[in-house]
């Protein structure tokens, strides 16, 4: 898990860190430090929150991408999972099995998406009303 999670961290860093210093630039943050609040309440509770859109967004897009990465990585390194499991499916020619991997993943992937869907909701609420 770390070996994939180490490959995409760098690309999530950077897209995190653009985005916290967009919206640090925005007129709300300027509010919130002249009401008075702290730094540290201004980052974690207006700035983070704003800024985590854009990295939860890559994350659910990249979940498939880690599924099929998880084949290289278990094969590689001898480890038993859902990966090796579809590599052994296809030097085997075991078509049962490689479908049903392939089912499993596509709901993994659905269920990765419908929990960034509720991230989404839950981290901006204009988007939960509908605005």
Do not use: C, W
């Amino acid at each position: 898990m770390a070996t994939l999670a180490l490959t995409y961290l760098a690309t999530y860093l950077r897209i995190m860190r653009a985005s916290m210093l967009e919206v640090l630039t925005l007129d709300f943050v300027r509010t919130a430090r002249a009401k008075g609040l702290g730094e540290t309440a201004v980052v974690l509770r207006h700035v983070l929150r704003n800024a985590l859109l854009p990295g939860v967004t890559l994350m659910g897009l990249q979940a498939g991408t880690m599924l099929g990465g998880s084949v290289v990585v278990e094969s590689v390194f001898a480890l038993p999972g859902l990966g090796r499991l579809a590599y052994e499916s296809v030097v085997q020619r075991d078509v049962n099995t490689l479908l049903g991997i392939v089912f499993v993943s596509a709901l993994l992937v659905i269920a990765i998406n419908f929990i960034v869907d509720m991230l989404y909701a839950k981290l901006d609420p204009r988007i939960a009303s509908g605005r």
